[in-house]
């Protein structure tokens, strides 16, 4: 009675264990638009350079402020108050051409923070987009696999009832069982690839909560689902794609900001040779005990002056510095530049390569191998062939379908790098 009731206990334990777990990620499938929409809301870098580009801005209005008054008062004690009057008033500085710009120049920086945060989001998007599409390739990896091990398991099966009615030598069924085998490890070796695209998928768009996983169960050639033009359209034109990129691009843009930034800078640095102006100004008053008149007496006082006067230090270190960095921005500008050719260049290559590829493909191999796997197991079962030769066709057409999805996969993810380096988020490129 008491090992049942342990067991029991046990069990409830186990049970609820599990559920406990199981409540704590959600499994959830997601098309790619979705994957990208969640990554943008949800990922805590995305925030931050969201939250820098804020500060930025708050940037702004301290660059525009003004400075605070000075209260402060005069008294005299003892018989230094004789004929001399007490004083309460306020002293403020006002500056002179120096707050427009300081608010220049922190707008010119909240812009190239926010062409940051954009370009860290283009970077993101190419990221979820790699690993989305990597995900369904290792989808359809397994399931070409598992298709095969299921055919060879078949051919496995036939091979041995036929040995037993002596229509073929011993030998052929050794060499299926040892074909299936190695079906059997390459699907696990698939399965588990499987597992690790989606793990780095959900690790890309920073979840724990919820287990994403993709819409569809295998890579196809719907390309309007993934974002992506077909691979027959012969519509982009490289000139005009490198000419919208060094428009649009978030890191140039910010490059070319940094330039107007420093240049604002030393406009800042410069407003230092101009001297502010102080007002002081306030009630002063005599009591009847100090008075000369031996009676209250009391008025105002106002004093104008100038303040910071660049004599001594006038701020040429300052002045040469700023211009340096002005310098130095458009030596950035420059470089970023010629990355910039060079990455739309390298994109551009790679996807008319992807897309050559992909076509020859769908073209040629594709249904070259399928009709070679059909005619063999045709073949074999008319018995005018030999296992080991069906097993040569089906090495090849699988070795066909593998090459096929990772044409398929660069095809996709070689559009998608295109799009980023174009700093595109957009498929249809109609206006380009």
Not at 20 to 41: H, R
Not at 101 to 122: F, M, P, T, W
Not at 302 to 328: F, H, R, S
Request: charged share 30%; with cysteine; net charge neutral.
């Amino acid at each position: 009675m008491k090992l049942k009731l342990v067991l029991i206990f046990l069990l409830f334990f186990i049970t609820a264990k599990v559920n406990f777990c199981l409540g704590i990620v959600e499994n959830k499938k997601i098309t790619l638009n979705e994957a990208i929409d969640i990554t943008l809301s949800a990922n805590p870098k995305v925030k931050i350079q969201k939250l820098n580009t804020e500060t930025s801005i708050n940037k702004i209005k301290i660059a525009d402020r003004l400075q605070n008054p000075t209260i402060e008062t005069f008294q005299n004690i003892g018989p230094a108050g004789e004929g001399n009057p007490q004083q309460i008033g306020v002293d403020y500085t006002i500056e002179i051409l120096k707050r427009g710009k300081r608010k220049e120049y922190a707008k010119s920086e909240a812009l190239a923070a926010y062409d940051d945060e954009k370009y860290y989001e283009q970077v993101l998007i190419l990221n979820v987009k790699r690993a989305y599409i990597d995900l369904l390739l290792k989808k359809a990896n397994y399931r070409v696999l598992k298709n095969q091990e299921n055919l060879t398991n078949e051919l496995y099966e036939t091979a041995k009832k036929q040995a037993e009615k002596n229509i073929i030598p011993h030998t052929e069924v050794i060499q299926a069982k040892i074909a299936l085998n190695r079906a059997i490890i390459y699907t696990n070796v698939a399965k588990s690839e499987v597992i690790k695209a989606q793990n780095r998928l959900n690790a890309t768009m920073n979840t724990s909560e919820i287990n994403y996983d993709t819409k569809d169960d295998f890579l196809n050639d719907n390309y309007a689902k993934l974002n992506t033009i077909s691979p027959l359209d012969d519509k982009l034109n490289f000139e005009k794609i490198k000419n919208y990129a060094l428009e649009n691009r978030f890191d140039l843009l910010k490059a070319k900001q940094e330039i107007e930034s420093a240049k604002n800078n030393l406009r800042v640095v410069r407003s230092q040779l101009i001297p502010d102006l102080e007002i002081d100004g306030g009630y002063a008053y005599q009591s009847k005990g100090v008075s000369s008149t031996g009676r209250f007496m009391s008025g105002g006082y106002v004093q104008v002056g100038l303040t910071n006067i660049p004599l001594i230090y006038q701020y040429q270190p300052e002045i040469k510095n700023a211009k340096l960095d002005i310098e130095k921005a458009q030596l950035k500008y420059e470089d970023i530049k010629v990355d910039v050719i060079r990455d739309i260049t390298d994109a551009w290559e790679k996807y008319t390569i992807a897309k050559t590829n992909l076509n020859f493909y769908n073209d040629e191999l594709l249904k070259d191998s399928k009709e070679l796997l059909q005619e063999s197991k045709e073949n074999l079962d008319k018995k005018q062939i030999d296992i080991t030769a069906f097993l040569v066709s089906k090495k090849i057409y699988l070795e066909s379908m593998l090459y096929y999805h990772e044409a398929l996969a660069e095809y996709y993810i070689s559009y998608a790098e295109l799009l980023k380096e174009m700093n595109m988020t957009n498929w249809e490129m109609e206006n380009i």
